[in-house]
């Protein structure tokens, strides 16, 4: 088993930054692929980025905005959150899997309980 905590939400204005981290424990690993994926109100989760044997993916909608980063030492994975929109407010979840297919919320056994990010406008 793996156990994931996230950490680093928050309220924050429109343009500004975040840092969101998860901390995995357990059966480490066993950890090919890790994700984020967030889920508005009303809204289907959704991808935002994974770090997938050492390649870097995202969603066409936080490109170039946010970047993904792994801590190999620490077991942990970040999210930098940057020029942060309105939109972006949602809760963000980190995901963890042996496998390499990174994008569907199907894909992952392991979750975390989730970080709310607010942007105001």
């Known amino acids: 088993q793996v156990q994931l905590v996230e950490s680093g939400g928050g309220l924050v204005q429109a343009g500004g930054s975040l840092r969101l981290s998860c901390a995995a424990s357990?059966?480490?690993?066993?950890?090919?692929?890790m994700g984020w994926f967030r889920q508005a109100p009303g809204k289907e989760r959704e991808f935002v980025a994974a770090?997938?044997?050492?390649?870097?993916y995202y969603a066409d909608s936080v490109k170039g905005r946010f970047t993904i980063s792994r801590d190999n030492a620490k077991n942990t994975v970040y999210l930098q959150l940057n020029s942060l929109k309105p939109e972006d407010t949602a809760v963000y979840y980190c995901?963890?899997?042996?496998?390499?297919?990174?994008?569907?919320?199907?894909?992952?056994?392991?979750w975390g309980q989730g970080t709310q990010v607010t942007v105001s406008s």
């Open positions: 770090w997938s044997g050492g390649s870097t």
């Open positions: 357990g059966r480490t690993s066993s950890i090919y692929t």
């Open positions: 995901a963890a899997t042996p496998s390499a297919y990174y994008a569907s919320i199907h894909g992952y056994d392991y």
